[in-house]
Nanobody, 128 residues
Framework: QVQLVQSGGGLVQAGGSLRLSCAAS????????MGWFLQAPGKDREFVAA????????YYADSVKGRFTISRDNAKNTVWLQMNNLKPEDTAVYYC?????????????????????WGQGTQVTVSS
């Protein structure tokens, strides 16, 4: 079992940047595909980005492509989400997630049910 602890987030003006971190304990992260999701008030949790086991392949939701970057360092057991050019519509609680098993198939990576472990969530608020 792996425990995910998130840090980062906060309040930023539109156009600004934030970096979210997700640190794992219990097991090495190299065994997991890692993803980030967001949940806006009153809405379902939705996919943001995913990264393959070694970090060589990434996949993004269209809404964040070109603005957000997912990365990982398995030696540090940490995954990051760098968010640039933030928009008010990016305001949400962000969650990191770990997925064991399966391949790096885009259609499945977008599904919440594919992920086995979740971080506690961190609030990101973008003011206009």
């Amino acid at each position: 079992q792996v425990q995910l602890v998130q840090s980062g987030g906060g309040l930023v003006q539109a156009g600004g940047s934030l970096r979210l971190s997700c640190a794992a304990s219990g097991r090495t992260l190299s065994s997991y595909v890692m993803g980030w999701f967001l949940q806006a008030p009153g809405k379902d949790r939705e996919f943001v980005a995913a990264i393959s086991w070694g970090g060589g392949t990434t996949y993004y939701a269209d809404s964040v492509k070109g603005r957000f970057t997912i990365s990982r360092d398995n030696a540090k057991n940490t995954v990051w989400l760098q968010m640039n050019n933030l928009k008010p519509e990016d305001t949400a609680v962000y969650y990191c997630a770990a997925r064991s098993g399966g391949g790096f198939i885009y259609a499945t990576l977008r599904r919440r049910s594919e992920y086995n472990y979740w971080g506690q969530g961190t609030q990101v608020t973008v003011s206009s």
